[in-house]
């Protein structure tokens, strides 16, 4: 498996602030990408962050709400910006590919957002 | 498209009773199947994985076979724990979108005393 971080844990924001987190794994990875659970809710991704080049988004989701950078092979952030209380949500990154094996992907322990 | 669906919540067991949460899928190719869980205020940790038809995957006492025949992945447990309340999640893989996930809708399992 991979020790994968993220930060913040959690933070309280007010509407249409942006916030950056981070996620940083302990392993060069193929893959990683970034989901969002809201409240009660399963997981839905958002995007697959492209190492070199510009995330992959799903349908629903823009990079100009969500831009999300990749720098290398062990780190990446997403920025929710403008927020609304909409966006209050656990954001998490995931990882596969690499050393971990072909097909499964391990999580980051989330980080919990409020918008007040 | 691809989709997961799995036996609604809450189950309420007690201790040491048998687990078994329903989840089957639809899907393009061959997809991986996963069974992630998450206790409460942590994340996703994957409890077990099958990659092809009739893979049995089994991991702290939980157990899933692959089905193609019946398009389904069942988790069982033969006793559980209070420790094991959490929310359980089915996924899967498929060939043709490597590395995206696709999730039912999450399964909350309460084990009392």
């Known amino acids: 498996s991979a020790v994968i971080s993220q930060k913040p844990s959690r933070d309280i924001c007010q509407r249409g602030t942006s916030l950056t987190i981070q996620c940083q794994v302990d392993s060069q990875v193929t893959m990683m990408f970034w989901y969002r659970q809201q409240p009660g809710q399963s997981l839905t991704l958002i995007a697959t962050a492209n190492q070199g080049s510009e995330a992959t988004y799903e349908s629903g989701f823009v990079i100009d709400k969500f831009p999300i950078s990749r720098p290398n092979l062990t780190f990446s952030t997403l920025t929710v910006s403008n927020m609304s209380p909409e966006d209050s949500s656990i954001y998490l990154c995931?990882?596969?590919?690499?050393?971990?094996?072909?097909?499964?992907?391990?999580f980051g322990p989330g980080t919990r957002l409020t918008v007040t | 498209g691809d989709s997961v669906t799995q036996m609604e919540g809450p189950v309420t067991l007690s201790e040491e009773a048998f687990l078994t949460i329903n989840c089957t899928y639809t899907a393009t190719g061959y997809p991986s199947l996963f069974w992630y869980v998450q206790y409460p205020g942590e994340g996703l940790q994957l409890l077990l994985k099958?990659?092809?038809?009739?893979d049995k995957g089994s991991n702290k006492g939980f157990e899933a076979t692959y089905r193609k025949e019946t398009t389904s992945f069942h988790l069982e447990k033969g006793s559980v724990q209070v420790s094991d309340s959490a929310v359980y999640f089915c996924a899967l893989s498929s060939t043709d979108s490597w590395g995206k996930l696709q999730f039912g809708a999450g399964t909350q399992v309460v084990v009392t005393p």
């Open positions: 099958a990659t092809k038809a009739d």
């Open positions: 995931s990882v596969g590919g690499g050393g971990l094996g072909t097909y499964e992907q391990y």
